[in-house]
């Protein structure tokens, strides 16, 4: 027979045995707990900096040491069992020295784990985000690209060489996020939601192409640069006055009265080119 006191003997000695189970449970899954916690701290750092760095949905920071560079590409340990590499025009594209054996750097990659951007640890590395669509068609080679903003701003910037593929497949006017790295080039495009996946679709008949067709406008300066128009005279006595793109306005600057030159016109109507006819033939 089972007395209340020795009940009482037992159910204590089951609470002590949990709670040293609970205990050498907690201590094993601890070091567990602090690399969570130590790589959500490097991501933190990675993307917070005064709110200047900032990724898009997906996107994270590998920190890695440079093993070895070649002509071709740059070998990098990112604690993984196999090395990565680095194209070297992720730096040269933008004018920033080589990498070397040794260098500590942060590789920014997206959902699809492919390289973004990559920079020094300590460099200038920042990125910020800009809602927006693209303005009009990817000339060929994809470079430059005309971003309209939310508040209807065009800005022009060039698109760097891991991102102009995906830049590319995007369609006029659908709504995106572009990232832009420190020196203001496109690093990377995502769409913000579902409906505006659903709204490319429907767009996607006016993606960038390399075919893509403009209307040529050939005739003479009348007036030069005036709240971002231009005006010129076709052979046929017509006097057409035209917006002009960012992308372009410094060319056009640089243009005389009474030169004549070759716009090419998208589909808005609006100077995304142009040809200085009188220079060309003249060489």
Do not use: W
Not at 46 to 58: F, I, P, R, V, W
Not at 81 to 98: A, E, I, M, S, T
Not at 198 to 210: D, I
Not at 216 to 237: A, K, Y
């Amino acid at each position: 027979m089972v007395t209340s006191g020795s009940q009482s003997r037992t159910t204590a000695e089951r609470q002590r045995l949990i709670a040293v189970r609970v205990s050498t449970v907690s201590v094993m899954t601890l070091p567990v707990a602090m690399l969570v916690l130590c790589a959500s701290v490097v991501f933190a750092s990675a993307e917070s900096n005064d709110g200047l760095h900032e990724l898009l949905s997906g996107e994270r920071i590998l920190l890695a040491t440079v093993e070895e560079t070649s002509s071709a590409d740059v070998r990098v340990n990112t604690g993984d069992l196999q090395p990565r590499y680095l194209p070297l025009n992720v730096r040269k594209d933008k004018g920033l020295p080589d990498l070397k054996p040794g260098d500590r750097v942060a590789i920014t990659v997206n959902d699809q784990n492919l390289i973004v951007d990559v920079h020094l640890l300590g460099g200038i590395d920042h990125h910020r985000i800009i809602r927006g669509v693209l303005a009009q068609p990817l000339m060929t080679g994809h470079e430059q690209a005309v971003i309209q903003t939310e508040d209807g701003k065009e800005e022009s910037h060039v698109v760097r060489p891991l991102a102009r593929s995906k830049v590319a497949s995007v369609p006029v006017r659908a709504h995106v996020i572009f990232l832009l790295d420190e020196r203001h080039g496109i690093a990377d495009v995502t769409y913000e939601s579902a409906e505006a996946v659903k709204e490319a679709q429907q767009l996607r008949q006016k993606k960038s192409s390399l075919k893509t067709s403009f209307k040529r406008v050939t005739g003479v300066i009348l007036q030069t640069l005036g709240h971002n128009t231009i005006s010129i005279q076709t052979h046929e006595g017509h006097v057409h006055s035209l917006e002009v793109r960012p992308l372009v306005l410094d060319k056009l600057t640089t243009l005389p009265k009474g030169n004549l030159v070759v716009l090419i016109v998208d589909d808005e109507n609006k100077v995304t080119d142009v040809s200085n006819y009188d220079l060309d033939h003249q060489r």
